[in-house]
């Protein structure tokens, strides 16, 4: 492999890594599941304060 | 709280809980159906019901759980040094709001006495430690924080001027309602039960502290545990279906600070079909890494 295909396939490797960490760490998959559903099916959303 | 539990026993969770810093922003995201239910102060709820906003209040949050907190040292010492003073308050439309009030009037002092600053709950810890405010009215765990960082004294617990004191409401959109009451029910049992659970006494309490801090309010589950166990009647988790009376109350004291603009009748804000359908429910029997029934 040349050095530039090295490159190339680490970067695209390095891409991958973040990607996947991005959408495992910062997507909340409740949510973005819970939207796709039919209304009558949707959880509630329930909103509180971290108050008593 | 039956989140968690509903999650990591039953393997399952009927709703998603959402994380705010104040009930303005419950508030819009009720109106703008980003939210279908949400725990808000009740005269909140009550103003945004009599402005024609189509919520109903289905259940309490609990009961007891504010307090008034003045600095530890400071001159304070009594309802009537309030007069002249900063009072941090969440809202208007609160009953943390009402409760100084109605303090107030009992011990003769006029509220115009006071200037209220309305303020996000997780401000006033730090603006009474910084001599920002003189007091503030707020509910647990504020009154704790101040309490364990050592500059703070309760000045009085709410249920001493209000016995049965109510804060927090659950509302639920008028659509969410009528289109699935089933879902409805499933919520309004699940804090049933999760209530009848923490008041059976202290180690549920110790152990709630522990998954709510963490998970949830993300605040030091020492804190909560202060709140929670100190003494277990600062916040009681039962007795939570709506009652007339308290309402009532709530209402006259809003007419009375200009907060409420009419009457509204009580069947015209609440829904007590899902309370009613809690009678005779069980605490969940949940341990910790067990499972429940």
């Known amino acids: 492999m040349t050095t530039g295909k090295r490159i190339a396939a680490a970067a695209a490797g390095w891409v991958a890594l973040v990607s996947g960490a991005h959408l495992a760490l910062n997507v909340d998959w409740s949510v973005a599941l819970n939207d796709r559903q039919p209304l009558d099916k949707r959880k509630f959303y329930v909103a509180y304060i971290p108050v008593t | 709280m039956t989140d968690y539990i509903a999650r990591h026993s039953l393997g399952e969770n009927s709703f998603i809980p959402r994380k705010f810093q104040g009930f303005p922003e419950i508030k819009e995201a009720l109106i703008g159906n980003r939210m279908q239910a949400g725990f808000m102060v009740a005269p909140m709820a009550m103003a945004l019901r009599a402005q024609g906003v189509p919520i109903k209040i289905v259940y309490l949050g609990h009961r007891s759980g504010s307090a008034v907190v003045v600095q530890k040292d400071g001159p304070i010492r009594g309802v009537r040094d309030l007069a002249g003073r900063t009072v941090a308050i969440p809202s208007r439309f ?71 004191y109510m804060s927090c409401v659950l509302v639920v959109r008028e659509d969410a309602i009528d289109r699935r009451p089933a879902a409805v029910q499933t919520l309004v049992d699940g804090i049933a039960r999760s209530g009848l659970w923490l008041d059976e006494g202290k180690p549920h309490r110790e152990h709630a502290a522990d998954f709510v801090g963490r998970y949830y309010f993300n605040q030091p589950p020492e804190l909560l545990r202060w709140a929670l166990t100190k003494d277990l009647q600062r916040v009681i988790y039962t007795r939570l279906s709506p009652r007339k009376a308290d309402f009532d109350l709530v209402r006259d004291l809003m007419l009375e600070a200009g907060t409420l603009d009419r009457p509204v009748q009580f069947e015209e804000y609440v829904d007590v079909r899902f309370a009613e359908g809690t009678v005779g429910l069980t605490p969940w029997d949940f341990e910790a890494g067990g499972r429940t029934r």
């Open chain 2, 94 to 164: 609160s009953d943390e709001y009402l409760i100084v009030r109605r303090a107030l009037k009992r011990e003769g002092v006029p509220a115009e006495a006071v200037r209220f600053l309305e303020m996000a709950p997780p401000d006033v810890v730090g603006a009474l430690a910084a001599g920002a405010i003189d007091a503030f009215s707020m509910g647990e765990p504020f009154p704790s924080q101040s309490e364990m960082m050592g500059f703070g004294r309760i000045l009085f617990p709410a249920q001493r001027y209000w016995p049965d």
